[in-house]
């Protein structure tokens, strides 16, 4: 004869069996939801990559102290901040590689971002046309740009020279240009050529001239 | 109409007014860095700063020899602010000013002059552009420079840049980086710890230096 008790206690224990039950079945449920949506984030298709364009890159040579113009071919982003900063990295790519005429170490990712604005404009015609006005690039080395950067007069001043003419040939609005190190203001670039001021880009003065 | 005539005669006789003196001739030597403030790393295991402290002494001597008056900005391994370069140059109301560096890339002596604009003097300059109303005679030294340089048989680079402390010299003024010579295979023929590639860099601006005093000299006496 089985007591009233047992019979309780096994219906309770049914009962427990059962909700735990029902409980890991929505823990598997759910587990399967989040995995499903994992799969979802996950690529699906090939990255869309910008076409190759043509930039023109202003190169420095130090042997002779001149500026040549190169043109190359590499994908460019649509975001005028993002392809100034690629057609930069390229320039300094050439600059990093082995045999480079104006070895500078570091390549590409030396140019942490390029922001373009308005320029500061100079008179009042330039300061209501902003859509089509002149430009300020403020280009933003990483910190190890400037510690690793050749100490010169001349390799100082070509680096800086380059990258205002370069810009300036692939963007001609970018008429100003500023530097930043690390998100900050610097006196020079490696204890010479001055980074304190806005640089022209429009009128590059005369790069060096080699004689004999 | 006696008197008139006796007057007139002495007048004829008396010995022609003396000259004026020559106008002092001063050369400010800059080394550059100093201090804290090493400069370049120089392949060589020199530091920027003792290379261009002992260059400076060695120019010195050859422009002393040659009876030239030189201020230095510096004689010791000293930190000098650049402002405070600028003004030593400005008190010496030197005829030239040259600012000494040294680098390990390109090849031969590059010569830079300032890369303001030309301005007509004024009685007050704003600091950071007093060289402006000297940049045309900058460019005139620079020019000295180069013909000396090219005649001792050295690569020689002009250019134009962007200095601070040169941006407030009144007076005319180059930076002069040395680098050491290179061959067509861009390998080194006279490094920078060469005594004899210095020695004839220091001959070839002492040299010039000698050149732009006598133009000066030239030019002070055709002034009426």
Not at chain 1, 93 to 113: M, R
Not at chain 2, 31 to 53: N, P, R, V
Not at chain 2, 115 to 120: D, G, I, R, V
Request: hydrophobic residues 45%.
């Amino acid at each position: 004869m089985i007591s009233r008790f047992q019979t309780i206690l096994f219906a309770v224990l049914v009962l427990a069996s059962a909700i735990m039950g029902f409980a890991l079945w929505r823990q598997l449920e759910r587990a399967h939801q989040r995995l499903l949506a994992g799969g979802d984030s996950a690529p699906t298709q090939a990255p869309q990559v910008a076409p190759a364009e043509q930039a023109t890159l202003i190169v420095a040579n130090d042997t002779d102290g001149s500026l040549l113009t190169e043109v190359q071919s590499l994908p460019l982003p649509k975001d005028p901040g993002a392809r100034a900063r690629a057609v930069l990295g390229k320039l300094l790519d050439l600059y990093a590689a082995p045999d480079a005429a104006h070895p500078v170490p570091g390549g590409a990712p030396s140019v942490a971002q390029v922001f373009l604005m308005p320029a500061p404009s100079l008179t009042a015609a330039e300061s209501k046309s902003t859509d089509s006005g002149p430009q300020l690039a403020v280009v933003n080395f990483a910190a190890s740009f400037a510690a690793t950067h050749p100490s010169g007069i001349e390799t100082e001043t070509l680096t800086v020279l380059s990258i205002c003419e370069t810009l300036h040939a692939n963007f001609p609005r970018i008429t100003q240009v500023r530097f930043l190190v690390d998100g900050q203001p610097r006196s020079t670039l490696a204890g010479h050529a001055d980074l304190s001021h806005t640089h022209l880009a429009s009128e590059p003065l005369s790069s060096a001239e080699r004689q004999q | 109409m006696l008197v008139f005539l006796w007057v007139a005669t002495v007048a004829a006789q008396s010995p022609p007014a003396p000259a004026p003196p020559p106008a002092r001739f001063v050369v400010v030597l800059d080394a550059a860095h100093g201090g804290d403030d090493t400069g370049a790393h120089l392949s060589t295991g020199q530091l920027e700063k003792a290379f261009t402290l002992a260059f400076g002494v060695r120019l010195r001597s050859l422009l002393g020899a040659r009876g030239i008056q030189v201020v230095t900005t510096r004689e010791s391994d000293a930190s000098v602010d650049l402002n405070r370069r600028a003004e030593i140059a400005n008190h010496a109301n030197a005829q030239a000013c040259l600012t000494l560096h040294a680098s390990d890339t390109g090849t031969g002596v590059h010569l830079f002059a300032s890369s303001l604009a030309p301005a007509e003097p004024a009685r007050f300059a704003a600091w950071k552009t007093a060289q402006s109303a000297f940049v045309n005679r900058s460019l005139a030294l620079a020019g000295v420079l180069n013909s000396a340089l090219l005649h001792a048989g050295l690569n020689v680079t002009l250019g134009r840049t962007e200095l601070p402390g040169i941006d407030s010299m009144t007076c005319p003024a180059v930076a002069v980086e040395i680098a050491p010579e290179r061959g067509p295979d861009h390998k080194i023929t006279s490094a920078l710890d060469d005594p004899a590639y210095q020695a004839r860099v220091a001959e070839a601006l002492a040299a010039a230096l000698l050149e732009w005093r006598t133009d000066a000299v030239r030019t002070e006496a055709a002034r009426p």
